[in-house]
């Protein structure tokens, strides 16, 4: 039975076909820009053949011709997404899967039953996944938990060390002063956050290197210097005495350290089920690395996560968890005593449209949500807030809620296309918290999800 | 309460507890219990555990800033484009690597199609599309007008940073602009009285005259291109006498536009001067010999730019400036002097002076003549097409497809879209015939046709694809077709 669909979705019932993207999603998963314009010129394009999306699963399908003979099979499981691709390209998505979502978010890819070549492949899936949580269900042997504790121990010795380095750097420049530090470049943070490194506190060292960037930041690098070195001085005192801390706390430490901690042992944990809202993204790259932030508000439980991914330049981010949509899931967080970082477990049904989030707050609240957070780590650098308000522009910008409260954005951050989509009606927008100020993320309003 | 212990954490750590100890006066309260009993002196670790917990303190108990709600923007009067239309800019907006150029003319015709049809472009699109126009001025009248009433108050929210957007001044400028405002709004002022009263505005810039830096005369002289007339030449003959260059380049160009002007009677004599028939179509011509005064004065220059002798380059200069009228005196039919055997080598020379002469007055006979001529091509060939009218741009265009000449693309970049019904048939009739064609002026002239060609003609391109075997030629039709689709597709969402 084939049948196409009409325009609006809104009456479909939820069981009959899967969501649709709207285009800004399609836009947010794509690998890079010249993928993106592949995309959109093939989606147009007569080059398609028996596409379709089924009725029960998930699923996207359809055969597109390329140079070859055979016409390539492309496919999507929407609900992770995950792509699959018979085309030579190594992006992930490739333009074929993204212009297949395309036209599927334009409605132009009618209900089908998956052809065979698709039912394949994703049993092939399932039974892959199978045998992952196989393994992570293996517990270790005895004598692979004595080694294991061995290597732990040792290399607390080494990062003690490397703490103790540290803390006679820091006092050795508040002894000779700071005020040279503006000409003295990176060159002298680098032994340091090199002989952390050796000491096996990636950590400690990344906070080093972050540090030496503030005295060239511009006015007011003064305070911001030693704001940096004070927490580093206070992380270092609590990596000293970490026997004496409370185990939550300790483990904050750790992971502030840089103490690796497995998949394994985060997905040990206890999972918070909740239907998980993708309220915003934002990619930074650190050491040559490019991070993508995604962050997560729990509808039900109003709990953060933060769902940290990498890659190499040239190599394509994970897009797995799609701005605007929302996703029932078991989600299970990094040990800590404010744990933000969390990591997917498993998912329940495939995500879905979210015209608006939920658990918006005033600027007030989020302070108070803020506060309490930071008593909890107070070594905290970035916290997703949903604040109903307005981005209003000015020598420095801020956030503004309707009662005038208002927080300021990072110095230099400027977002005028959420101030002209929004024409200073009340929003909800998305936005990272840092010691700097805010950067917004997303703005939600009439139904659209706009990116910074 | 802690915002007096900062300065004093922070003034000490500057240049060093070493040489400015720290010895806090007061400790407050919940912060005794992190530093102990008010210490006498505080040593480094504990200089950095008090900023600590201060710097905690801070960040853990920020209170929100006060700052005024923006004003709403105005209840919007215009219609939004159609929800496809308005996804279909988002596409053209974003900053996609590839081919730049085939995007910014696909938005062009975008806001000219919700131009035409009064739509507005989406508030979310404003910021990208005032970037876009902010970069390229050519697109900024169609950014204003799909901006509708948020645009302006966008503008409005930054207050200087898109002078474009925000209105110009009052329409009958103040007089108060001439006596204090900057050039630009003193032309304006200027213009605006020689188009009410030429004389008072002639008046009004003799009272300054004798003040005037250089530039700005040239440019109040330049005004005056505004309500100009017979009577202005007096005082332009007498700028002539101007020590200054910049003066008389700038009255030069008003007296070339007076009809009959002594000016143009003296161009018309320097360039007769220069020519003679000598015997049936045979031309003999005798650059100017020397530099004199009265060739300075009507602002010739005697230097010349670089690849130019002196000589020709003074005979550019005048055959350029003379009205092509006065050619009449050597052939009743003047255009007809371009086929004329001329002598020595300074037949190109005096074909460049005409192509000036014919781009500056827009002469059509002058231009299809010289749109003929084999040797004219490239930017001054699209110059010159662009004078003809439609119809005989057309004609011309059919002519060189049917020659194949590589003539093409300059002619056809100067018919401006959409292209007639006679024109786009030569056209694919001609794309029909060309599958062995391959050369690298193919992208140029690929540029050209799918941006101009009417998008209904993507079933004719189709259909020639489908008849093509494969090779560069199919590829370059492919591309044709799914940029015509493209534009197709996007009048359609407009529908």
Known sequence: ?452 | MTEALWPQLLSSALVGTGRRPCRPLSVPGPLATVLGEAPAELEPPGLLSATAALTVARRAGAMPVRVPVPDPAPQETGEVAPHKASVRLGLLLLDAGSDHRQRRSLLREWLELAQQRNFLAAPRHLSALVDAATADPTLRPAVIAVGGLRLGWLAAQGPGRWAWIEQPGPSVPDIDEWHTGRTAARVRYLESLRANDPAQGAALLAQVWQQERAADLAALIGACAEGLGAEDEVWLERALDDKRVQIREAAVQLLAAIPGSAYLARMADRALACCQVTGSGQLTVTPPAQFDAAMRRDALTQKSPQGWGERAWWLVQVVSAAPLRCWSALDSDPARLLDYQIGDDWAGVLREGWLRATVAQRDEAWALRLCRLPVVRGAHLTELAAILPAGTLAELAGEALRQQTDRIADLLSAAPPPWPPALADVVIAWLDRSAAIDDPGWWHLLNVIERSLHPAAVSAVNEILARCGEGRYREILERLALTLQTRYDMHQEFA
Request: aromatic share 6%; charged share 20%; hydrophobic share 45%.
């Open chain 1, 1 to 452: 039975m084939v049948r196409t669909l009409s325009g609006g979705s809104g009456n479909v019932p939820r069981m009959s076909e899967p969501t649709r993207w709207t285009a800004d999603q399609v836009l947010a998963v794509a690998p890079d820009q010249s993928s993106l314009a592949s995309a959109r010129k093939l989606a147009g394009s007569a080059d398609w053949s028996s596409v379709g999306v089924a009725q029960q699963a998930p699923v996207l399908w359809g055969l597109c011709k390329g140079s070859g003979k055979s016409p390539y099979q492309t496919c999507v499981d929407l609900t992770e997404p995950a792509y699959r691709c018979s085309c030579p390209s190594r992006k992930f998505p490739c333009k074929h899967a993204l212009a297949l979502l395309l036209k599927w978010s334009a409605g132009a890819v009618p209900v089908d039953e998956p052809p065979a070549w698709v039912e394949e492949w994703l049993e092939s899936r399932s039974a892959r996944a199978a045998k992952k949580a196989e393994k992570v269900a293996a517990p270790r042997t005895e004598a692979q938990e004595l080694a294991a504790q061995k290597r732990a121990q040792s290399r607390h010795d080494k990062v003690l060390s490397g703490v103790a380095e540290l803390q006679q750097w820091l006092s050795d420049q508040v002894r000779n002063g700071i005020a040279g530090l503006e000409s003295g470049g990176y060159r002298h943070f680098e032994p340091v956050a090199a002989r952390l490194i050796d000491a096996q506190a990636p950590g400690l060292a990344g906070a080093v290197r972050r540090l030496a960037t503030i005295p060239s930041s511009g006015a007011g690098w003064e305070e911001r210097t030693l704001a940096e070195m004070s927490m580093l001085h206070l992380l270092a005192g609590a990596a000293d005495r970490l026997d004496t801390l409370p185990p939550d706390l300790a483990a904050t430490v750790r992971s502030r350290l840089g103490h690796p901690v497995t998949t394994e042992q985060v997905l040990a944990g206890a999972a918070v089920r909740d239907v998980w809202q993708v309220i915003g993204t934002r990619d930074l790259t650190e050491d040559r690395l490019v991070a993508r932030r995604v962050y997560l508000i729990g509808r039900d439980t109003g709990r953060e996560a933060l769902v940290l991914s990498f890659a190499a330049p040239g190599q394509v981010l994970s897009a797995d968890l799609v701005v605007g949509t929302c996703l029932e899931a078991d989600l299970c967080f990094y040990p800590g005593s404010f744990s933000l970082r969390a990591l997917v477990a498993s998912r329940h049904g495939a995500p879905e449209l979210m015209v608006e989030p939920e658990g918006s707050t005033s600027v007030a609240a989020a302070l108070d949500r803020l506060s309490r957070a930071l008593g909890a780590d107070p070594w905290l650098m970035s916290l997703p807030l949903l604040i109903d308000g307005v981005i209003a522009p000015g020598e420095r910008w801020h956030l503004v809620d309707p009662s005038g409260d208002a927080l300021p954005l990072e110095p230099g951050v400027e977002c005028w296309r959420f101030v002209a989509a929004a024409g200073g009606a009340v929003s909800k927008i998305a936005v990272e918290w840092g010691p700097a100020g805010l950067v917004p993320l997303t703005m939600f309003r009439d139904g659209e999800v706009l990116a910074a």
